[in-house]
């Protein structure tokens, strides 16, 4: 995949937009995993380095359309500024003539960034105006959120109709180290597992690529109850077995044998399928890893996906982890390093992996 480069656009004097990822988990006002926002360190440095006038926008949290007080920017632009070591000014809208007037005063080399974009439902319907106006800020735009590109939104997507548009230098470094897992040195596993259950259509379209399936949390509990095992208490939409019944029997699939069970609802992997899964690590040479393996919320559910997480650091392989929670693992466990490639897309990343289409992605293709 080619791409239009960053590195190839005119930026001196240029009023740049980039579309981040700044969607990071915050507790107690405090943000607890800064992991997004230094990934796009970056490609924010290169563009002030190149004396570009910089005004970044992403989206925070679900705020359905609405302003959400506690959703705003604000903690983040604090934070950015003391990464930057220099002022990060701080919009309290995203469009308008306000934050049009103000930007026109910055110069080359400073930062601004705009309030939460989602605060407009105009945003993820791709409104043709709104990005339009988003747009009126800036000569050149960026896309450096590889976690939103699979998004047909009106800051991935919508803005690219109006400005010269390039991919980021994080979202080109996520291409070219995902790009490996569609030609892997084998043996190659996946290790799919996490709450969400479209993560099952993943699961069938990934198959028959892999040497081995490893599926494990929600998915992993679906696919054992469409092979007619009795998962207690676990209420499944019909469509997704139905879906599971379709690859439940592939010799591919490794699937738990154990659980560490809360009132008969399993919460964790147990000690034999945490071997099992061990096994296939170390004779893996490519292994991609998408979601916890228990209720990593909880401390003594968390034993499995934390022990799973070193096997895969300590491995020899080419290791790729995708998705927020995975990644906070890695990140509480000091493994970074340790790992070939750490996405900063879960959704994204499965989605490229899987071979589909991604909207944001297209629009950054050379012609």
């Known amino acids: ?32 995993d800064d992991f997004r926002i230094k990934s796009a360190l970056p490609t924010i440095k290169y563009l ?36 930057l070591n220099q002022q990060v000014f701080k919009f309290d809208d995203c469009i308008g003539p306000e934050v049009e007037d103000f930007i026109r005063e910055m110069v080359p080399g400073e930062v601004a960034l705009l309030e939460n974009l989602r605060f407009y439902k ?26 939103c590109i699979h998004r047909n939104h009106a800051s991935v997507t919508g803005v690219c109709k109006f400005i010269p548009t390039f991919a980021g230098l994080l979202v080109q470094e996520e291409v070219k180290k995902l790009s490996k897992l569609k030609k892997p040195r084998r043996p190659f596993i ?19 690529k892999v ?23 676990l209420k499944i939409d019909k469509k997704y077995l139905i879906a599971a019944k379709r690859f439940c029997n592939n010799k591919k ?7 560490v069970k809360e009132k008969g609802i399993a919460k964790d992997i147990g000690p034999k399928t945490v071997e099992n899964i061990q096994f296939f690590i170390k004779k893996a040479k490519t292994i991609f890893w998408a979601g916890p393996l228990g209720i990593i919320e909880q401390k003594k559910f968390a034993k499995g996906t934390y022990k799973i997480a070193e096997n895969i650091a300590r491995s020899r392989a080419f290791t790729v982890v995708g998705g927020g929670e995975s990644v906070s693992v890695i990140n509480k466990l000091k493994e970074e390093k340790n790992f070939s490639w750490v996405s900063t897309g879960g959704g994204a990343a499965i989605a490229f992996v899987q071979g589909k289409i991604l909207p944001g992605l297209s629009v950054l293709e050379k012609l």
């Open 190 to 208: 996946a290790i799919i597992a996490g709450a969400k259950l479209d993560k099952i259509d993943f699961i069938e379209s990934i198959l028959p």
């Open 122 to 147: 105009e945003e993820s319907e791709n409104n043709y105006n709104f990005a339009q106006s988003l747009s009126n800020f800036a000569d050149v735009f960026v896309n450096d959120a590889f976690g």
């Open 1 to 32: 995949m080619k791409l239009n480069k960053l590195q190839k656009a005119k930026i001196k004097n240029k009023y740049v937009l980039v579309r981040v990822d700044f969607n990071v988990p915050v507790k107690n006002n405090k943000i607890i």
């Open 48 to 83: 002030i380095k190149n004396k570009a006038i910089v005004i970044l926008m992403s989206h925070f949290g679900r705020s359905n359309g609405r302003v959400v007080e506690s959703l705003r920017m604000n903690i983040i632009a604090r934070h950015l500024s003391n990464l």
């Open 253 to 259: 699939l490794i699937l738990p044998v154990d659980f």
């Open 211 to 233: 040497n081995n399936l490893i599926v494990a949390g929600i998915p992993g509990l679906v696919v054992l109850k469409a092979k007619g095992e009795k998962i207690n208490k």
